[in-house]
C-alpha cells in the first residue's frame, strides 16, 4: 500500500482567467436504494421493458443493467472522499489527531479565544 495519490486536473481558460478545474472522482450508482421494496419493482419492471424481445449478448444485457439501475436508484455526485491510510498509525497517534479535530470542530461552532487557545495547545 502506498500513501502517494495522482492528482488529476485541468485547466480552463475563461475570458483570460485561469481557473482550474478539478476531477474529483468519479460518479457511482446508489445500488443501495433497490432494497426498498417500490424501487426495486421500478428496477425489475424497466429492466424487462429494455431486455424484452431483443437478442441480449452480454455487453447489451450489462448497459441494460446499468442504465435501468441508473434511471431508477440515481447516481452519486463527484466528490472524492477522502481515505487516508492510517493502518500505520498507532493507537496513541489516532487519539491525538481524534482530540485535535474535536477540538477543531469546537472552536469553528463557538469562537471564543479560550477554545481557540485549547485548539491551539491540542495542535502542538
Known amino acids: 500500500m502506498t ?5 488529476q486536473w485541468a485547466k480552463v ?7 482550474r478545474v478539478w476531477n ?3 460518479k457511482k450508482i446508489k445500488a443501495w436504494k ?8 421500478m428496477f425489475v419492471e424497466r429492466l424487462n421493458d429494455r ?5 441480449v449478448n452480454h455487453a447489451g444485457f450489462s448497459n441494460a443493467l446499468l442504465n435501468s ?3 431508477v436508484c440515481g447516481e452519486t455526485t463527484e466528490r472524492r472522499q ?3 491510510e492510517t493502518w500505520w498509525w498507532n493507537e496513541e497517534v489516532q487519539l491525538a489527531v481524534r482530540e485535535k479535530k474535536l477540538a477543531f470542530k469546537k472552536w469553528q ?6 477554545v481557540h487557545e485549547q485548539y491551539r495547545e491540542k495542535n502542538r
Open 109 to 114: 461552532s463557538e469562537g471564543t479565544e479560550e
Open 3 to 7: 500513501q502517494h495519490r495522482l492528482l
Open 13 to 19: 481558460v475563461i475570458k483570460g482567467r485561469k481557473k
Open 82 to 84: 477522502r481515505d487516508r
Open 69 to 71: 439501475a441508473r434511471e
Open 51 to 55: 431486455i424484452e424481445g431483443a437478442n
Open 24 to 26: 474529483r472522482g468519479e
Open 34 to 41: 433497490i432494497k426498498d421494496p417500490i424501487k426495486r419493482r
